[in-house]
Protein backbone atom coordinates (compact mmCIF):
# COMPACT_ATOMS: atom_id res chain seq x y z
CA UNK A 1 0.00 0.00 0.00
CA UNK A 2 1.32 3.30 -0.96
CA UNK A 3 1.56 5.42 1.93
CA UNK A 4 3.58 8.55 2.62
CA UNK A 5 6.11 9.15 5.07
CA UNK A 6 6.40 12.55 6.65
CA UNK A 7 9.11 13.61 9.28
CA UNK A 8 11.16 16.65 10.50
CA UNK A 9 8.51 17.66 13.46
CA UNK A 10 9.21 18.74 16.53
CA UNK A 11 9.28 21.54 19.18
CA UNK A 12 10.00 25.39 17.89
CA UNK A 13 9.71 28.61 19.73
CA UNK A 14 8.37 31.55 18.15
CA UNK A 15 10.31 32.48 14.81
CA UNK A 16 12.19 29.61 14.79
CA UNK A 17 12.59 27.52 11.29
CA UNK A 18 11.61 23.63 11.04
CA UNK A 19 12.59 21.49 7.61
CA UNK A 20 9.90 18.85 7.02
CA UNK A 21 9.80 15.77 5.02
CA UNK A 22 7.73 14.00 2.92
CA UNK A 23 8.72 10.55 0.81
CA UNK A 24 6.78 7.22 -0.10
CA UNK A 25 9.00 4.56 -0.87
CA UNK A 26 8.52 2.84 -4.14
CA UNK A 27 7.01 5.75 -5.35
CA UNK A 28 8.28 8.21 -8.19
CA UNK A 29 7.10 11.51 -6.54
CA UNK A 30 8.93 13.58 -9.14
CA UNK A 31 5.76 12.75 -11.81
CA UNK A 32 2.98 14.31 -9.46
CA UNK A 33 1.77 17.58 -7.67
CA UNK A 34 2.63 17.48 -4.56
CA UNK A 35 0.53 18.98 -1.30
CA UNK A 36 1.37 19.64 1.82
CA UNK A 37 -1.60 19.92 4.66
CA UNK A 38 -1.87 20.56 8.32
CA UNK A 39 -4.53 19.65 10.63
CA UNK A 40 -4.86 21.90 13.91
CA UNK A 41 -6.39 20.35 16.95
CA UNK A 42 -10.18 21.15 17.06
CA UNK A 43 -9.52 22.32 13.47
CA UNK A 44 -10.30 21.42 9.82
CA UNK A 45 -7.35 19.67 7.83
CA UNK A 46 -6.02 22.72 5.44
CA UNK A 47 -3.58 22.98 2.20
CA UNK A 48 -0.57 24.67 3.14
CA UNK A 49 1.38 24.48 -0.38
CA UNK A 50 1.46 22.27 -3.01
CA UNK A 51 4.14 21.64 -5.64
CA UNK A 52 3.70 20.43 -9.21
CA UNK A 53 5.56 17.83 -11.14
CA UNK A 54 9.21 18.11 -11.79
CA UNK A 55 9.94 22.08 -11.23
CA UNK A 56 6.39 22.98 -11.77
CA UNK A 57 4.50 25.78 -10.68
CA UNK A 58 4.02 26.41 -6.58
CA UNK A 59 1.19 27.35 -4.49
CA UNK A 60 0.89 28.62 -1.27
CA UNK A 61 -1.48 29.38 1.60
CA UNK A 62 -2.02 32.98 1.80
CA UNK A 63 -1.44 31.99 5.91
CA UNK A 64 2.61 30.97 5.19
CA UNK A 65 3.14 32.59 2.24
CA UNK A 66 6.51 34.29 2.57
CA UNK A 67 7.37 32.35 5.33
CA UNK A 68 7.09 28.78 4.09
CA UNK A 69 9.01 27.26 0.97
CA UNK A 70 8.24 24.05 -0.45
CA UNK A 71 10.87 22.00 -2.99
CA UNK A 72 11.87 18.93 -4.15
CA UNK A 73 15.04 16.88 -4.43
CA UNK A 74 14.62 14.33 -7.17
CA UNK A 75 17.37 12.09 -6.49
CA UNK A 76 16.12 11.82 -2.48
CA UNK A 77 12.47 11.19 -3.76
CA UNK A 78 11.83 13.84 -1.22
CA UNK A 79 9.59 16.75 -1.06
CA UNK A 80 10.62 19.36 1.24
CA UNK A 81 8.59 21.98 3.55
CA UNK A 82 10.81 24.82 4.88
CA UNK A 83 9.26 26.56 7.51
CA UNK A 84 10.92 29.93 8.93
CA UNK A 85 9.45 32.42 11.19
CA UNK A 86 7.18 29.83 12.92
CA UNK A 87 4.28 31.18 14.88
CA UNK A 88 1.84 29.34 17.45
CA UNK A 89 -1.04 29.22 15.07
CA UNK A 90 1.33 26.71 12.64
CA UNK A 91 0.74 24.38 15.43
CA UNK A 92 -0.97 21.26 13.64
CA UNK A 93 0.09 18.23 12.50
CA UNK A 94 1.60 18.26 9.11
CA UNK A 95 0.65 15.92 6.06
CA UNK A 96 1.43 15.49 2.64
CA UNK A 97 -0.27 13.92 -0.23
CA UNK A 98 -1.17 13.61 -4.07
CA UNK A 99 -4.01 13.76 -6.44
CA UNK A 100 -1.65 11.97 -8.59
CA UNK A 101 -1.98 14.55 -11.33
CA UNK A 102 1.21 16.62 -12.20
CA UNK A 103 -0.16 20.09 -11.87
CA UNK A 104 -1.49 21.46 -8.24
CA UNK A 105 -5.10 22.44 -8.72
CA UNK A 106 -5.11 24.89 -5.65
CA UNK A 107 -4.82 23.55 -2.07
CA UNK A 108 -8.06 21.58 -1.49
CA UNK A 109 -8.11 17.86 0.00
CA UNK A 110 -10.66 16.55 -2.90
CA UNK A 111 -9.05 13.63 -4.75
CA UNK A 112 -5.94 13.55 -2.46
CA UNK A 113 -4.71 10.24 -1.04
CA UNK A 114 -1.63 8.11 0.05
CA UNK A 115 -2.23 9.95 3.57
CA UNK A 116 0.50 8.95 5.85
CA UNK A 117 0.53 9.69 9.85
CA UNK A 118 1.93 13.10 9.40
CA UNK A 119 4.08 14.67 11.43
CA UNK A 120 3.41 17.08 14.78
CA UNK A 121 4.43 20.59 14.83
CA UNK A 122 4.07 22.47 17.96
CA UNK A 123 5.15 25.80 18.24
CA UNK A 124 5.96 27.85 21.49
CA UNK A 125 5.19 31.18 22.53
Known amino acids: QVQFVESGGGLAQTGGSLRLSCTVP????????IGWFRQAPGKEREGVSC????????VYATSVKGRFTTSRDTAKNTVYLQMNSLKPEDTAVYYC??????????????????WGEGTLVTVSS
Open 97 to 114: ATDTLSNCRGLGLHGMEF
Open 51 to 58: ISSGYGAI
Open 26 to 33: GFTLDYYA
